[in-house]
């Protein structure tokens, strides 16, 4: 639906008519929301009084979240100790895991296969598209049972990494029924966050500006960011383009592999 956001005597704050799409809206102060008519009129008797969904909040997510995925109407979202699950596109939340750990990223896989990481070798697996998972951790190679991760990224359903403190890299080629070591003395840099479209053009971000790359889902390198912040989130556009962004506002770009960021 389109909805027009108004106030109590029909104006906004900012002027303008500002029309959201979608079944969710926040809103704040002293928002009102209003149907559109069919014949478009923007007068205010064109609009009548509607409810939106009530909001629902999971037991144990008053912490921070930090990170949040879904496929179709299955969402999963993770944070201080807690994973929780959404099967109906977020109206309604149920608390799945509840952890010792700070759960940092998850990941779906697919519709029904995910993954989850956190701080003291939080690992877990879900089959059921986020309605239920299972500790992974005795998997993990030997001395990452306790390990700091912070970010889990799959290309495809048996094909996957985890990132995380002291440059960290496992990579799994069996759905992570088994991980190996990547990218030893490439960085000692906490990395934050991985992406990828394509499974072999794969960049990581973390602190300090660390920006690390493989062309081939195997062999990693450090790019020049030219910055020195942290960067903590990325998103990969393309195998050849990539965003990151870090403390303080900053957002990095490129369109040439990460032969430079600007």
């Given at each position: ?5 108004t106030g ?21 102060g ?5 149907d ?7 007068d205010?008797?064109?609009y ?21 995925d879904?496929v ?16 109906d ?5 149920s608390t ?28 877990y697996k879900?089959?059921?598209g986020?309605?239920g ?6 998997y ?6 306790s ?6 990224k799959?290309?495809?359903?048996n094909t996957g990494?985890?990132v995380g403190?002291?440059?960290a890299?496992?990579y ?7 991980w190996?070591?990547q ?9 934050n966050s991985i992406d ?48 990151t962004?870090g ?8 369109t ?7």
């Amino acid at each position: 639906n389109n909805l027009k956001i108004t106030g109590e005597d029909g104006t906004l704050d900012h002027p303008g008519t500002y029309f959201l799409k979608g079944f969710r809206t926040f809103l704040k102060g002293d928002i009102s929301y209003k149907d559109q008519t069919s014949t478009g009129s923007l007068d205010r008797d064109g609009y009548t009084q509607t409810a939106l969904p009530a909001l629902t909040t999971p037991v144990g997510t008053l912490g921070q979240l930090r990170g949040v995925d879904f496929v179709g109407n299955n969402v999963s979202a993770c944070g201080d100790q807690t994973i929780a699950y959404s099967p109906d596109a977020g109206r309604s939340w149920s608390t799945i895991v509840t952890s010792s750990s700070s759960i940092c990223g998850v990941d779906m896989a697919d519709a029904l296969r995910g993954f989850a990481v956190g701080t003291v070798g939080a690992a877990y697996k879900t089959t059921s598209g986020g309605a239920g998972w299972t500790n992974f951790n005795s998997y993990l190679p030997v001395g990452y049972d306790s390990h700091n991760f912070y970010a889990v990224k799959f290309s495809s359903i048996n094909t996957g990494w985890i990132v995380g403190a002291a440059g960290a890299i496992l990579y799994t080629v069996s759905s992570g029924l088994s991980w190996t070591i990547q990218g030893a003395l490439v960085t000692p840099q906490q990395l934050n966050s991985i992406d990828t479209v394509d499974g072999a053009s794969v960049w990581s971000v973390g602190a300090n500006g660390e920006i690390i790359y493989t062309s081939d889902g195997v062999n990693w390198s450090q790019q020049a960011s030219g910055v020195s912040y942290d960067l903590r989130a990325l998103c990969a556009l393309s195998a050849s383009s990539a965003i990151t962004a870090g403390d303080g506002g900053g957002l990095l770009k490129t369109t040439d592999s990460g032969a430079t960021w600007v």
